[in-house]
């Protein structure tokens, strides 16, 4: 089965460019949630959706970020214009459910964005 | 103060050695906590959930005091394959994991 996929899995970009991720969340999993680790940082939240609604969203830094699930499929985290300080590693992860211990959040292995 | 705090080491160890990692969370309400493996450029993956009674799984013993809100990692009998960040994570109602910074463990032979 295949896990959570990222593309693209590197991307350098200048400053007010526009990039755009995408996450494709194990096959089944409503649950599909977007992180980020900036230099020096730890993991942040950045939000949650479940299936194509969002459910939280309280972790996005400012209005410059757009995420989406149409469909409740694949998600994109859309960043414009991209500024130096979101460079860092982007991770999306997904889950079948969110209660118990026995859930069990799979990421992915992350879209390393620079912004020169 | 962060939510979940780590030393971050690292700690250098033979192998064979057993090795303990706390962690300190500011939620006296927090619920569940999980330890995350990281390896070099990849993604966080469970190691284990942390229950109140503390859980054993092979080599690994995590422990969860609530009173002194510390959660710890014992790893003994250490493998090379056991060196990589191991990240701290406060379940959060679980739909929001709160990582700690991480711990570097570095085994060497």
């Known amino acids: 089965e295949a896990g959570v996929t990222q593309f693209p899995s590197h991307s350098v970009i200048e400053k007010g460019q526009t990039v755009t991720l995408r996450c494709d969340p194990i096959s089944g999993h409503d649950n599909l949630y977007w992180y980020r680790r900036v230099m020096g940082k730890e993991i942040k939240f950045l939000l949650h959706?479940?299936?194509?609604?969002?459910?939280?969203e309280s972790g996005m830094p400012n209005n410059r970020f757009l995420a989406e699930r149409t469909g409740g499929t694949y998600s994109t985290l859309k960043v414009q214009p991209a500024e130096l300080e979101d460079s860092g590693v982007y991770f999306c992860a997904s889950s079948q459910d969110v209660s118990g211990l026995g859930n069990t959040i799979y990421f992915g292995e992350g879209s390393w964005l620079t912004v020169v | 103060r962060k939510e979940v705090e780590q030393d971050p080491g690292p700690f250098n160890v033979p192998e064979g050695a057993t090795v303990a990692f706390n962690c300190t969370y500011s939620n006296s309400a927090s619920q569940s906590f999980f330890w995350y493996r990281q390896d070099c450029r990849k993604e966080p993956k469970l190691l284990m959930s942390v229950y109140s009674s503390g859980n054993e799984d092979g080599r690994f013993t995590a422990q969860l005091n609530r009173a002194s809100q510390y959660i710890s990692l014992l790893i003994r009998d250490s493998k090379l394959s056991d060196s990589a960040t191991y990240l701290c994570v406060d379940s959060g109602g679980y739909n929001k994991l709160i990582f700690g910074a991480g711990t570097r463990l570095a085994v060497h032979p």
């Open positions: 959706f479940v299936k194509e609604s969002k459910q939280d």
